[in-house]
């Protein structure tokens, strides 16, 4: 039993040091400024997005949270949500192409907010809330480039952008899907619905492909991540008992 008690314990470590990496891969897939729903219809008017940050250090506390809207594709109607213990403060830019809506031509929008005065702890987020009045209708998706500020200076500066086909970069913006409007007209629906067999896609074609939001995606990652970790650990399973069996037959 001597000699088989340390091979049992050098596979033990080899598991728990495998899955251990495969759980902190997990934690540092999640852990950058996501914008909640991750879709909205194109043109969706009356809705509301919500800017999730968690705080990533275990010594400093974020401060100060920067969001800057698209001006090329403008957010209409912007209305920020008050935050217990922050000031937001709301910058407008003249935009070099005016909106043309129901209500007349705008001629500036939202390029900025900064919220300040809060804190967010070690293992905490927070959810910054912003109502708008209407999206664009001719983007894809927009991109809300944020910057973090930490209590000891460090400001993290989320504002990366995937290319098709690409892999996710480091620091990426958070990005809200723009999907087809809904044929009811209820344009606020926000795309964590799919379309069914023969729904109409983005170009106009019958489609029975199921479209997949990005939720969707970070679920699939998760799962994949939990199959991972019980693969490896399976392994490291077979891997003792493979041991063990050796050790019997070398004193046999």
């Known amino acids: 039993m001597s000699t088989t008690h340390p091979a049992l314990r050098r596979a033990g470590l080899g598991t728990l040091l495998a899955a251990a990496a495969v759980l902190a891969a997990a934690g540092a897939a999640s852990a950058h400024v996501t914008v909640h729903p991750e879709s909205y219809a194109k043109g969706a008017t009356d809705g509301v997005l919500s800017f999730r940050v968690p705080n990533e ?20 109607g912007v209305l920020v949500h008050p935050q217990d213990g922050w000031t937001a403060k709301v910058t407008t830019t003249k935009l070099k192409t005016p909106v043309t809506t129901d209500d007349g031509t705008i001629g500036e929008a939202v390029s900025e907010i900064t919220w300040t005065g809060g804190k967010i702890g070690a293992g905490q987020y927070e959810d910054f809330d912003v109502a708008f009045g209407q999206l664009p209708d001719d983007a ?21 952008e995937a290319e098709a086909g690409a892999d996710e970069p480091e620091d990426p913006a958070p ?13 606020t629906s926000d795309a964590a619905s799919k379309s069914a067999d023969g729904a109409s896609g983005a170009d106009g074609t019958k489609s029975g492909t ?43």
Do not use: C, M, N
């Open 57 to 76: 250090e275990d010594t400093a506390s974020t401060t100060k949270v920067q969001v800057f809207l698209p001006t090329d594709h403008p957010v209409l």
């Open 140 to 160: 894809a998706q927009l991109a809300f480039k944020t910057l973090q500020t930490y209590s000891d200076g460090k400001t993290v500066r989320w504002i990366e």
């Open 175 to 187: 990005v809200l899907k723009l999907t087809a409007a809904a044929d009811d007209g209820d344009s």
């Open 210 to 252: 199921v479209q997949v939001t990005a939720a969707d995606a970070g679920d699939s990652t998760a799962r994949g991540l939990g199959v991972a970790g019980l693969v490896v650990g399976g392994l490291g399973l077979a891997a003792a008992g493979f041991a063990v069996v050796r050790t019997r037959s070398a004193r046999s």
